[in-house]
C-alpha cells in the first residue's frame, strides 16, 4: 500500500513549472481630484510612479522620488508574453468586455452569456471608448530578481518605441553572439519628452523608450557566458493584472486645486494653406470653382502633414536616428523634393479629374448616349 502512494509524486506539465509572482505595479500617471469639483481625471506624469521599495534603491540618483530612469530586464524570451498589446473595451465596468488586434476582435454579449467574434476596430474606437493598451512585464534587477513589475500603456509612441527597442536587442545579440535574444540582457527603460501634434496644437507627452547602454566590451562578456543569458523558458509569468484604468485602486491620488485644462498650445494664425496657394498655378482660376479651390488646399494640407509628420519622426525619434545615422539628411533632401513636386503633380492630377469632370457633365446635359459611351470607352470608365 506504502508503493502504491509514492509511486506518483509530480504531474507532468504542472509540476516542472515554476512562475515568477507580480511584486508591484510602476504608472505612468497619478489620479487627480479637484478640489473645487471633487472630479477625477488621470493625470500624466513625467516619472514613473514607483513602489517605495523601487524608490529606496534609486533614493541617491533621484532625491526626489521622480524616477525618469530604471535598469529592466526581460524574464523570458517571447515578446507576446513580456509585452501583450491589443485594442480593449472596459465599458463602465472593472473587468475587460471587448479585445482585438485591429482585424478582428471577441466581445462578450450584453448579458455576459457568450462570446461573439466581430470587426476591429469598430464605432467604439472612433467615441474613443475603446483604446489602445500594452502591459509591459519587466525585471527591476536592482530591486529584486525574484518577480516581475507590470506597466500599463496607452500611448502609441511608447508603444512603437518599446517594440522598436526589442527588435533592436534582438538584431544585436543575433549579430554578436549568434543566438535571437533579448532575455536577461541589461537595458535601461526611460521616460522622455516628445511634442505630438492634435487638432491644431502642440502637446508634450512623456514617452517610454528602450535602450541597451552595453558597450562591445560587455556584450563579448554576454557573449563568453550564454548561461547568464539562457533563462530557463518553462518560467510562467503571473496572468496580466487587466482592470479598467477607472477601477485602478493603487493609483496615487492627489488633491489639485484646478480640473485639467486643454494642454494645447495656442497656435499663430496664418493664411489657410501658406505653403501653396501662393504657388497655384495662374490658369486655376479658368478651372476651379471657390468649392473646388477649398478641395485643392484640403488636399495639399493633407499631403504637408504627412510630410511634416516625417520630418519629424526623422529628425527626434531616437530609433530612427539610431537605424539610418548619416542617411538622415538625404532622407529630409527627398521629402524636401517630394514637397516641391506634390504641387506641381496634384495640380495636374486635380485639373484633369475636373476637366474630366466637366466633360461629363456637358455630355449629360446633351444627354447624347453615344457620345456618353464613346467617352467612358476612351477614358476606361
Same mark, same amino acid.
Given at each position: 500500500?506504502?508503493?502504491?502512494?509514492?509511486?506518483?509524486?509530480?504531474?507532468?506539465?504542472?509540476? *516542472?513549472?515554476?512562475?515568477?509572482?507580480?511584486?508591484?505595479? +510602476?504608472?505612468?500617471? @497619478?489620479?487627480? @481630484? /479637484?478640489?473645487?469639483? $471633487?472630479?477625477?481625471?488621470?493625470? *500624466?506624469?513625467? =516619472?514613473?510612479?514607483?513602489?517605495?521599495?523601487?524608490?529606496?534603491? =534609486?533614493?541617491?540618483?533621484?532625491?526626489?522620488?521622480?524616477?525618469?530612469?530604471?535598469?529592466?530586464?526581460?524574464?523570458?524570451?517571447?515578446?507576446?508574453?513580456?509585452?501583450?498589446?491589443?485594442?480593449? =473595451?472596459?465599458?463602465?465596468?472593472?473587468?475587460?468586455?471587448?479585445?482585438?488586434?485591429?482585424?478582428?476582435?471577441?466581445?462578450?454579449?450584453?448579458?455576459?452569456?457568450?462570446?461573439?467574434? +466581430?470587426?476591429?476596430?469598430?464605432?467604439?474606437?472612433?467615441?474613443?471608448?475603446?483604446?489602445?493598451?500594452?502591459? #509591459?512585464? +519587466? @525585471?527591476?534587477?536592482?530591486?529584486?530578481?525574484? $518577480?516581475?513589475?507590470?506597466?500599463?500603456?496607452?500611448?502609441?509612441? /511608447?508603444?512603437?518605441? @518599446?517594440?522598436?527597442?526589442?527588435? =533592436?536587442?534582438?538584431?544585436?545579440?543575433?549579430?554578436?553572439?549568434?543566438?535571437?535574444?533579448?532575455?536577461? +540582457?541589461?537595458?535601461?527603460?526611460?521616460?522622455?519628452?516628445?511634442?505630438?501634434?492634435?487638432?491644431? $496644437?502642440?502637446?508634450?507627452?512623456?514617452?517610454?523608450?528602450?535602450?541597451?547602454? #552595453?558597450?562591445?566590451?560587455? %556584450?563579448?562578456?554576454?557573449?563568453?557566458?550564454?548561461?547568464?543569458?539562457?533563462?530557463?523558458?518553462?518560467?510562467?509569468?503571473?496572468?496580466?493584472?487587466?482592470?479598467?484604468?477607472?477601477?485602478? *485602486?493603487?493609483?496615487?491620488?492627489?488633491?489639485?486645486?484646478?480640473?485639467?485644462?486643454?494642454?494645447?498650445?495656442?497656435?499663430?494664425?496664418?493664411?489657410?494653406?501658406?505653403?501653396?496657394?501662393?504657388?497655384?498655378?495662374?490658369?486655376?482660376?479658368?478651372?476651379?470653382?471657390?468649392?473646388?479651390?477649398?478641395?485643392?488646399?484640403? %488636399?495639399?494640407?493633407?499631403?504637408?502633414?504627412?510630410?511634416?509628420?516625417?520630418?519629424? *519622426?526623422?529628425?527626434?525619434?531616437?530609433?530612427?536616428?539610431?537605424?539610418? $545615422?548619416?542617411?538622415?539628411?538625404?532622407?529630409?533632401?527627398?521629402?524636401?523634393?517630394?514637397?516641391?513636386?506634390?504641387?506641381?503633380?496634384?495640380?495636374?492630377?486635380?485639373?484633369?479629374?475636373?476637366?474630366?469632370?466637366?466633360?461629363?457633365?456637358?455630355?449629360?446635359?446633351?444627354?447624347?448616349?453615344?457620345?456618353?459611351?464613346?467617352?467612358?470607352?476612351?477614358?476606361?470608365?
Amino acid at each position: 500500500m506504502g508503493n502504491f502512494k509514492s509511486r506518483f509524486t509530480k504531474i507532468k506539465g504542472t509540476s *516542472e513549472v515554476r512562475r515568477l509572482p507580480r511584486l508591484g505595479k +510602476i504608472r505612468l500617471g @497619478i489620479k487627480a @481630484i /479637484s478640489k473645487k469639483t $471633487g472630479n477625477e481625471y488621470p493625470k *500624466e506624469t513625467s =516619472y514613473f510612479i514607483c513602489p517605495d521599495e523601487v524608490k529606496e534603491v =534609486y533614493r541617491d540618483k533621484f532625491p526626489n522620488g521622480e524616477i525618469t530612469s530604471l535598469d529592466v530586464m526581460f524574464p523570458i524570451n517571447d515578446p507576446e508574453v513580456v509585452f501583450p498589446q491589443a485594442y480593449k =473595451y472596459y465599458g463602465q465596468t472593472r473587468g475587460l468586455k471587448c479585445i482585438g488586434n485591429g482585424e478582428t476582435a471577441t466581445r462578450f454579449s450584453e448579458d455576459k452569456s457568450s462570446i461573439e467574434e +466581430i470587426e476591429c476596430p469598430c464605432e467604439l474606437l472612433e467615441q474613443k471608448k475603446c483604446q489602445r493598451r500594452a502591459h #509591459l512585464l +519587466i @525585471i527591476l534587477p536592482k530591486v529584486n530578481m525574484g $518577480g516581475i513589475y507590470q506597466i500599463d500603456i496607452g500611448s502609441f509612441h /511608447s508603444i512603437v518605441d @518599446i517594440n522598436s527597442g526589442i527588435d =533592436y536587442v534582438r538584431a544585436l545579440s543575433q549579430e554578436i553572439l549568434g543566438i535571437d535574444r533579448f532575455a536577461l +540582457i541589461p537595458l535601461v527603460l526611460k521616460r522622455e519628452p516628445i511634442e505630438t501634434h492634435f487638432e491644431g $496644437g502642440k502637446q508634450t507627452h512623456y514617452t517610454l523608450h528602450l535602450y541597451s547602454t #552595453l558597450n562591445a566590451e560587455q %556584450w563579448n562578456r554576454i557573449k563568453s557566458d550564454f548561461r547568464i543569458i539562457s533563462p530557463d523558458e518553462r518560467i510562467a509569468l503571473p496572468p496580466v493584472e487587466d482592470i479598467n484604468p477607472a477601477f485602478d *485602486e493603487g493609483a496615487t491620488v492627489v488633491e489639485v486645486e484646478e480640473e485639467a485644462k486643454d494642454t494645447k498650445e495656442p497656435q499663430p494664425q496664418k493664411p489657410k494653406n501658406q505653403k501653396f496657394s501662393a504657388k497655384l498655378p495662374d490658369e486655376a482660376n479658368q478651372y476651379l470653382t471657390v468649392s473646388e479651390i477649398a478641395q485643392w488646399e484640403k %488636399w495639399n494640407a493633407d499631403v504637408e502633414e504627412k510630410l511634416t509628420y516625417a520630418e519629424d *519622426e526623422i529628425m527626434h525619434r531616437k530609433h530612427i536616428i539610431m537605424s539610418f $545615422g548619416e542617411m538622415r539628411p538625404k532622407l529630409l533632401a527627398i521629402i524636401r523634393e517630394i514637397r516641391k513636386d506634390s504641387i506641381k503633380y496634384n495640380w495636374e492630377k486635380f485639373k484633369k479629374e475636373i476637366l474630366l469632370n466637366a466633360v461629363w457633365k456637358e455630355l449629360n446635359e446633351k444627354d447624347s448616349v453615344k457620345e456618353i459611351n464613346e467617352w467612358k470607352i476612351k477614358e476606361g470608365k
